[in-house]
C-alpha cells in the first residue's frame, strides 16, 4: 500500500518516520522542503505539491497545526483534493474544528474517495514511539482499510461514528489537559511560595488520586524552571481551548473554567512563550 504524508512538523515527522519502519512506502510533502530529507533518507520520496502526493497514494495522511493550514494543503489546484481519485483514502491527524473537518468530508467523497478525521491524543514522545490514541471519525471502510497504517502510529485507536464525532472528542481531551497543566503550575507555585520542597509536592501527586504522565514528565521541568522545548507548543494548546469554547458556545455549554484558563494562556502566548512547550504556562503563573 502507498502512503502518502503532508505536514511533517513536530507530530507527522515523527509518525511519518514509523509508517516507513512498518514497511510502507511513503511519499511525502512539506512546506518547509528541508523537513522532508530525514524521510528521503530512510526511503520515502519527497514531491513538490501536496497534490502529487495524493496522485501517487492510495491513502494520503495529513497533520495540520491549524485549520487555515489544513485548507491551504487541501484546496486549490495543487492541493490534496486535486489528486484524490474514487477509491482512494484521506485521513487528516490535524486538531481542527468538525466545521472544517466535515467541509473536507465533503470535498473528498464529491471526488469519490473516502475520508476520515482522526485526531490524536499525544505529543513530541508518544508519536516517536508509536503510542498515540487515535480518534477517528467518518467512513467506516476507510478505517477498516487504514487500521493496519493507524496502528503503525498509534497504540489505541477509537471509532466514533460520524465525521465531527472525532473533532469534538479532541477538543474536549485537550480542554481537560490545558487545565490540568493550569492547575499544576498554580499548585506548585503555590507550594514554592509556601516554602515546600517542589520534589515532595510531586512525590505527594504521583503517589494519589492525580497521579499522571503528564505531570510526572512535566512538573520537574517546572520545578526547575527550566527551559521548555516544545513537545505540545503552548500556541497550538491556546488554538485547541478557542476552539472548544467555541463549540462550546454552540452548544450552550458553559465552561467557567476553560474560558479563564484560555485567558491564562493567551497572557502567555502575548508574552512570547508561543513556539515553547504548553508547560511554559507556568511562567507566567510563577511572575
Not at 524521510?39 to 495529513?62: N, Y
Not at 484524490?84 to 485521513?91: N, T
Not at 491556546?238 to 462550546?248: C, E, H, M, S
Request: charged share 20%; glycine share 10%.
Amino acid at each position: 500500500m502507498n502512503i502518502g504524508f503532508v505536514g511533517l512538523g513536530i507530530m507527522g515527522s515523527a509518525m511519518a518516520a514509523n509508517l516507513l519502519k512498518a514497511g510502507y512506502q511513503l511519499t511525502v510533502w512539506n512546506r518547509s522542503p528541508e523537513k522532508c530529507e530525514p524521510l528521503v533518507a530512510s526511503g520515502a520520496k519527497a514531491v513538490t505539491t501536496p497534490r502529487q502526493v495524493a496522485e501517487t497514494s492510495d491513502i494520503v495522511c495529513a497533520m495540520m497545526a491549524t485549520p487555515q493550514a489544513v485548507m491551504a494543503v487541501r484546496d486549490g489546484a495543487d492541493g490534496i483534493l486535486a489528486g484524490m481519485a474514487p477509491g482512494k483514502g484521506y485521513l487528516d491527524f490535524s486538531t481542527i474544528d468538525l466545521e472544517t473537518s466535515k467541509e473536507t468530508a465533503r470535498l473528498a467523497r464529491e471526488r469519490g474517495a473516502l475520508f476520515l478525521e482522526a485526531p490524536v491524543a499525544g505529543s513530541r514522545k508518544p508519536a516517536e514511539d508509536a503510542t498515540l490514541t487515535i480518534m477517528a471519525a467518518g467512513d467506516r471502510a476507510l478505517f477498516d482499510t487504514a487500521l493496519p497504517v493507524m496502528e503503525a502510529m498509534g497504540k489505541k485507536i477509537l471509532f466514533l461514528g460520524e465525521v465531527g464525532n472525532a473533532a469534538r472528542m479532541k477538543l474536549a481531551n485537550n480542554l481537560i489537559m490545558g487545565g490540568m497543566m493550569a492547575s499544576l503550575a498554580e499548585g506548585m507555585a503555590l507550594a514554592a511560595r509556601s516554602g515546600l520542597d517542589l520534589s515532595q509536592l510531586l512525590e505527594v501527586l504521583d503517589s494519589g488520586a492525580m497521579s499522571n504522565p503528564m505531570f510526572r514528565l512535566k512538573g520537574p521541568a517546572i520545578a526547575a524552571n527550566a527551559e521548555f522545548p516544545p513537545a505540545f507548543p503552548l500556541k497550538h494548546m491556546q488554538k485547541d481551548l478557542r476552539l472548544a469554547l467555541r463549540l462550546a458556545e454552540e452548544v450552550c455549554q458553559p465552561l467557567f473554567v476553560a474560558a479563564t484558563v484560555n485567558e491564562l494562556y493567551k497572557g502567555a502566548l502575548a508574552s512570547g512563550l508561543g513556539d515553547s512547550d504548553f508547560a511554559a504556562v507556568s511562567r507566567l503563573v510563577r511572575g
